[in-house]
């Protein structure tokens, strides 16, 4: 089983006591400044999607979440990955939101979320979130995560069980120690190299190189991860150039990958998780779940590959991502 192979296509890693179908005492429905680059904030882009979307904020755990929230039932926290925001889900929150109440959570660091100076380990992340949907009423919650998010969602099923009715992963796993075995060069026709891990381990120096112009970087990154390039919009990446254009942005984001240390040493301490599991993967990336997820989790209920996609799975499969999941969580 080539793991490092496996790798390379990974850009990043009972019922709930109500529904909230309003915002409550612990967060505002407000909408966040225009963004010059789109014309449109984020409130404008919810309201575009069925299922009653609207942009709220909740501070929580010390730091000012934004997080995007429609539909009806039990609660599904979807978290996004870099380099993307909340709406790297809008092709499947409208099918989700049918049967959930759908919350999808800007990470401190991204989007309209707070950019604190630290916290970006992923179980302090996996820590906003819960404080989050506690505030909001919810005792337990479905969650899943894609890439950076995923890596989130899987501390969070590791740190706070009892909260989690059921975990999905999607295309990445939590760091482990063999992060370290990555390559610092890939021999030709090995994969894609993960450089990225390495370059935003670099302080101050992504933000001077990449400001005003994260949309090269945006370009890149689907390039390499999507079958269709007409998958994800210009529209849809001048949405998320509009955000890592910052350079205080470009900081917080190299703040999850900076934070890898941390998460390889906190998941040596983790136990394997018992809620059920679900992995969603693109073919390459498949190897590595079926080599880990038993190593992690004692409740596996699949391992679904999402053949249209590299990478970005609900950007090019959004109705194979909605159907699984759905089928998953009832």
Known sequence: MNRRKALTLGAGAAVAAGVASVPTAASEAVAVDDRPATGMNDEMLARRLDGDFHSHF????????HYVAGGKGEPLV?????????????????????????????????????????????????????????????RQVNIAGHDIGAMVAFSFAANHGAATRRVALLDVLHPDETLY??????????????????????????????????????????????????????????????????????RASNGWYQAVHQDIADMATYAKVTMPLLGLVAP????????????????????????????WLCEEDPELV??????FLA
């Open 322 to 327: 909605s159907k699984s999941l759905i089928d």
């Open 284 to 311: 390459d990336t498949r190897p590595w779940f079926e080599y880990t997820l038993p190593q992690i989790a004692t409740d596996v209920r699949g391992i679904i590959t999402i053949d249209k996609a590299l990478h």
């Open 58 to 65: 909740a501070t929580v755990n010390g730091v000012r979440l």
């Open 181 to 250: 075995d990555l390559p610092m060069l890939t021999k030709p026709g090995a994969g894609v190299h993960m450089w990225w891990f390495a370059f935003n381990q670099v302080k101050g120096l992504p933000e001077q190189l990449l400001r005003d112009r994260s949309r090269y970087l945006i370009d890149w990154h689907y390039g390499i991860g999507l079958r269709d390039q007409d998958n994800v919009t210009d529209a849809d990446r001048r949405v998320y150039t509009s955000w890592y254009d910052h350079p205080d942005a470009i």
């Open 78 to 138: 979807l978290v996004p990955g870099w380099p993307a925001t909340w709406w790297s889900y809008h092709k499947v929150m409208p099918l989700l939101a049918r049967h959930y109440r759908v919350i999808v959570v800007d990470i401190r660091g991204m989007g309209a979320s707070e950019r604190p100076a630290g916290g970006y380990d992923k179980k302090t992340m996996a820590r906003d979130i819960y404080e989050l949907v506690r505030s909001l009423g919810y």
